[in-house]
Antibody, heavy 119, light 108 residues
């Protein structure tokens, strides 16, 4: 059974940093691209970042480019999102999502970890 | 970047109704389009990929069509379990994705 479990969310002050993790199990993690998708309270889905199976290719939404860094550790079956210079508008539920392969649509999602940026 | 525009943003319908949701891309994405269903407090669920391919286990009342810049999600006979929010998502580049704004399907 595919499982994606996010962690690392919490309350953080504007300008500070936070690192999210996603622990994957139930599939061969190293074979698949992965994504972070967020959802602000009461709002729609926003793709944040994606990473290829080996970490060699990465993409970011314009809203986080230069502030967020995605990475993965295939030996640990884990995906990460380093978030720096956080802003109030980064407040959201952050989902880890497994790509169907390296196509761009996600067939499995975690339950999300909540990030709240507030002073 | 490719923008995705969904309409309507809210839709009121009754059980048994035929429901259609439209998604338009700002440029051609061939058929690289997925549809998701999201219920309150839950993660999104993949329904359709490649514009019209139904995910295994998804009821056949759901169907997708379109190519290029215009796409539709149709629910042929709305069921109580279908009241949810639906999102389209383009994947013309698998590392530069965009979601539509969402369509909330409400009970009339």
């Amino acid at each position: 059974e595919v499982q994606l479990v996010e962690s690392g969310g919490g309350l953080v002050q504007p300008g500070r940093s936070l690192r999210l993790s996603c622990a994957a199990s139930g599939f061969n993690f190293a074979d698949y691209a992965m994504h972070w998708v967020r959802q602000a309270p009461g709002k729609g889905l926003e793709w944040v970042s994606g990473i290829s199976w080996n970490g060699g290719s990465i993409g970011y939404a314009d809203s986080v480019k230069g502030r967020f860094t995605i990475s993965r550790d295939n030996a640990k079956n884990s995906l990460y999102l380093q978030m720096n210079s956080l802003r109030a508008e980064d407040t959201a539920l952050y989902y880890c999502a497994k790509d169907s392969y390296s196509y761009g649509y996600s067939d499995y999602w975690g339950q999300g970890t909540l990030v709240t940026v507030s002073s | 970047d490719i923008q995705m525009t969904q309409s309507p943003s809210t839709l009121s319908a009754s059980v048994g109704d035929r429901v259609t949701i439209t998604c338009r891309a700002s440029q051609s994405i061939n058929n690289w389009l997925a549809w998701y269903q999201q219920k309150p407090g839950k993660a999104p669920k993949l329904l359709i990929y490649k514009a019209s391919s139904l995910v295994s286990g998804v009821p056949s009342r759901f169907s997708g069509s379109g190519s290029g810049t215009e796409f539709t999600l149709t629910i042929s006979s709305l069921q109580p379990d279908d009241f949810a929010t639906y999102y389209c998502q383009q994947y013309n580049n698998y590392l530069l994705l965009t979601f539509g704004g969402g369509t909330k399907v409400e009970i009339k």
